[in-house]
Structure formats: C-alpha cells, structure tokens
C-alpha cells in the first residue's frame, strides 16, 4: 500500500537526567542526519490531536502534496530538543497522556496502517 | 504500590461484523460477570480526555473516596454494547485515535503505572 520505513536513531545513555539538554542534543544528532527536505511531523504531548479518521485524510492531502514525503518523528525519554522542534511541519499529539517513546511508535505504526486501511475502505476501518 | 488485576473476558468469534449487536451483547455478558459496585470507567474513542498528570489525580481521588474500586472497561473490536456504557461512571479516552483493543490494554496498563509513579514523586513522571 505504501513504503513505510522505520529508523532507529541512538539514544543518550549513561547520562544523568539532570543533563536533559546534552542529551537531547545528542539524540538530535542522530536524528537530523536523516531529516531531509521532507514533511516533518514532530510527536509532542501537546501537539494537534486527530481522529483516525482524520489522521487518514491528513496522510492523503500530504501524499497528493507531492512534494516531501511525511517523516515522523519520535523523540527519546525526555522529548526532543528545541532544534529539532523548530524544524516540525507539524506537531502530532497521539494523546493527551504522556506515552512512553516505545510505545508512541507502536501507536504509531498501527495508526498509520489504520490510516491507510481507511484510505482504502477497508472494513475493519471506523 | 497498589494490587491491579487483568481480567480477559471472551470475545466473540465467528460471526460477521454486520451481527454487531449480537457481538455486543455476548461480549457484554462476559464483562456484566466482572462487574459489581465498583466505579466503572469505560474506555471510549469520544470520552474524557486526560493528561497523566490528570489521570494519576484522577486515580488518586478514587481511592480516597474509598468506596467502589475503579475498574476499566475496554471493549471488543466493535466496542462495547450500551447496556455496558449505560452503567460507566466515567467514561475515559486514551487517544482521540481510535486503538485496537489490544493496544488500549497496554496503554492503559501502562498509564496506570506512570499515574501511581507519579502520585509517588517518581522521578520518570513528567
């Protein structure tokens, strides 16, 4: 139905959380090599929640956009920096509540199939 | 920290999706068994949304409140008959998206975990 690839870039480890802003410039280092000229959706707590259904419409609008394909973005345990932030097309809350980084991506990938599938008019779609 | 049980109630199989009512019902009646003066928060696409700092406050005025253990209700993958909802005394949303049932359960577990770590000052809480 559509290519979808998953890149998991390092996460800062061994340091104390009290040094909150060197790892999360660390892990944006890992994850800007792979940010290019494309749509880029940042997950955050507060960001712009949507149903499914929307979701699904949102990923065809990007899709016949053409131009950069949708790049989503999860960030580690402490969220992600600033500088990658400032570089969001798009802020994504998946909920309200605080999910971990683990299972935002599970959410995630199921909810973009959910997409697709309802794209499709797939039955099990709501 | 405090005692969770996770009870599985059968899901009906093998019958079409168009039987949804029936599908409803059959799944309400294992659910109805495990319900008793309990404070019912049924899991709902369209319910209250909370954050997790809300949702551990949430948890934590239950238990003050002493009478009636709150219990969640996820339903099927058509969700839950009216007469279940009919007896919610809250009825909670984990995401404006709408979750497979399998995934609400780890959310929700999880969620439950992060809002009793952050009624006790765990340092993970956001």
Excluded: W
Excluded at 10 to 37: M, P, Q, W
Excluded at 89 to 101: E, I, K, Q, V
Excluded at 109 to 117: C, D, F, G, N, S
């Amino acid at each position: 139905m559509a290519a979808c690839r998953v890149v998991e870039t390092r996460e800062a480890r061994g340091l104390d959380e009290r040094e909150a802003e060197r790892i999360k410039a660390f892990e944006a280092d890992g994850l800007e090599k792979h940010l290019d000229n494309d749509y880029i959706i940042c997950l955050v707590d507060d960001g712009r929640e949507m149903t499914s259904a929307e979701f699904s419409r949102f990923l065809d609008k990007r899709r016949s956009a053409g131009s950069g394909k949708p790049v989503f973005v999860v960030g580690g345990f402490l969220g992600l920096a600033e500088r990658v932030l400032a570089r969001a097309d798009f802020r994504l809350s998946l909920s309200r509540m605080t999910l971990t980084h683990e299972l935002a991506r599970i959410v995630l990938l199921e909810q973009v199939y959910r997409a697709l599938a309802i794209s499709k008019n797939l039955q099990f779609a709501k």
